[in-house]
């Protein structure tokens, strides 16, 4: 089961009203959804998630609208509901635990799954999958992506091991690509505090889903999207994330357009880290319109 991270922060940081609007773009397991609609059960919340299998049994008397989108759509979505402005939006970004656990899509390196990764449950052949990126990309993209959206020092190497592996045999599962790092990293690494296949997993995952390019666009049509008065809550989990996220906001401070609710990051207390140990790398920081 997903376990939500920031979910009070999250919300009371959008100064809502029995009204509101509310666009969740990361619908997930609903946790950010369903608390809202308990407090205030008059609101209206319109949910995005690329992945349909997050509304599956999402049965509920709330006034909850799915969309199975991509939130880079978010403006289409609300055209389609006939939606001009929302009160407050949410990202919660990257991977709820259900799918890294249930997937069965290769999103976890000690579950040994066909190397997909997509955040879409059901892939069609014209897109983009994890085996696609490991087989076919050219050593250096390999490797600059590993860099780039892993910051794993190693990149060069593991890109290496995986086109050396690759003329051999076709790189089809996670335990596949799990024995290309291990054979590319030294002893030491694997002795590590995080696992070693870390990085690299995160990175492909990154660059299957054009994770950065769907957050960059979807702040930018989000807040275009949100009322004067209105909030985004924005949960990331990287570094590479948050550092879009705050450059982002910065720059629709400095041109008067908004107001940061929080000058400084907001983390999960101690209590929240102890009893939900993800909850450690997520940053929460909120955007008003004015
Ligand atoms: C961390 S989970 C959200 C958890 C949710 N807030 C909860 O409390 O249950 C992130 C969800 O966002 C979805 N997601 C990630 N990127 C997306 C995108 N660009 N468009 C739509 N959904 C996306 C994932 O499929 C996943 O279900």
Do not use: E, G, L
């Given at each position: 089961m997903h376990r939500t991270v920031l979910l009070n922060e999250t919300i009371e940081g959008l100064n809502l009203n029995p009204k509101s609007l509310v666009v969740d773009c990361t619908f997930g397991g609903g946790g950010h959804s369903l608390e809202i609609c308990k407090k205030y059960p008059g609101v209206k919340i319109i949910a995005l998630d690329q992945d349909s299998s997050a509304f599956k049994n999402k049965k509920t008397d709330y006034k909850i609208i799915f969309h199975n989108e991509n939130f880079r759509s978010i403006e289409r979505v609300l055209e389609k509901e006939g939606i001009e402005q929302a009160d407050g939006i949410i990202f919660d970004l990257g991977l709820s635990s259900d799918q890294l656990e249930n997937s069965g899509r290769g999103f976890s390196f000690l579950k040994n799954e066909p190397l997909l990764m997509t955040l879409k449950a059901n892939p069609t052949s014209s897109d983009l999958t994890a085996q696609d990126v490991v087989n076919t990309w050219s050593e250096k993209n390999l490797s600059d992506i590993i860099y780039g959206y892993g910051e794993e020092k190693f990149s060069r190497k593991i890109a290496k091991g995986m086109v050396d592996a690759r003329q051999k045999a076709k790189i089809e599962t996670t335990f596949d690509l799990v024995k290309i790092i291990s054979g590319a990293v030294p002893g030491l690494y694997k002795r590590g505090r995080i696992h070693f296949a870390t990085r690299t997993f995160q990175a492909i995952r990154i660059a299957v889903n054009d994770e950065l390019g769907a957050l960059a666009e979807g702040l930018d049509k989000g807040f275009k999207l949100l009322k004067i008065g209105g909030r985004m809550s924005v949960i990331s989990f990287h570094s590479l994330e948050d550092r879009i996220i705050k450059r982002f906001f910065r720059e629709k401070v400095a041109v008067g357009e908004a107001r940061l609710i929080n000058k400084k990051v907001i983390l999960a207390s101690d209590n929240e880290v102890k009893n939900n140990?993800?909850?450690?790398s997520a940053k929460l920081r909120i955007l008003e319109k004015i």
């Open positions: 140990p993800r909850s450690r």
